[in-house]
């Protein structure tokens, strides 16, 4: 079954790391939330899944989940699959690239060209499935793990795909040019 269509870089990679999971996380809310919060700050927990903190906390007791909305469902799960495992997650990391693995990103998206003459944005929606040069790999697994925002992650990985796609006939003195992704409509990764 392949992953879900996703727009966030982030979720993409936290996705794809769930392949390489040792146990599965709770699935009921209440489960979730226990997890969660003993994990990370109560305050930060609320923001994410825009709810009150004392709210949260109920929901954790397992009193008024009938308020719990399916939009706060999805992002108490995507609050899971951010931080299920972050030792598995990392030496997963670590794995593929000391094993010269491969990271592959299928996108749909739009992209910007910027040189010394200016920027060309390309109206053409691009369906690419490309693996990503271990450098690039390597900067966006650091990234990650450094909770950079996902306009980071897009940097990281539109230079990956310039490398890996747009530039790899040009030798490297005549890849002056930049690559920006201006309109992301689909972003997997599989590693």
Aim: hydrophobic fraction near 35%; proline fraction near 6%; glycine fraction near 4%.
């Amino acid at each position: 079954m392949p992953p879900p269509a996703t727009t966030s870089i982030t979720h993409a990679l936290d996705l794809a790391d769930a392949r390489h999971w040792t146990r599965k996380p709770p699935t009921r809310p209440a489960a979730r939330l226990r997890y969660l919060l003993s994990a990370q700050d109560p305050n930060l927990l609320a923001a994410r899944v825009f709810a009150y903190p004392a709210t949260v906390e109920r929901w954790a007791q397992g009193d008024g989940l009938d308020d719990l909305t399916t939009t706060h469902a999805r992002l108490i799960e995507r609050e899971i699959y951010r931080s299920w495992q972050p030792r598995t997650r990392r030496r997963a990391h670590h794995q593929i690239l000391e094993q010269d693995g491969c990271v592959t990103a299928r996108l749909h998206a739009r992209f910007t060209y910027t040189t010394s003459s200016g920027e060309f944005p390309d109206e053409r929606l691009r369906n690419l499935t490309e693996d990503l040069p271990a450098a690039h790999a390597r900067r966006l697994f650091d990234a990650r793990h450094a909770e950079s925002d996902d306009d980071e992650l897009r940097r990281l990985l539109a230079d990956g795909i310039g490398e890996a796609y747009f530039f790899r006939a040009l030798p490297r003195d005549q890849q002056q040019a930049a690559v920006t992704i201006s309109d992301l409509h689909l972003i997997q990764f599989h590693y």
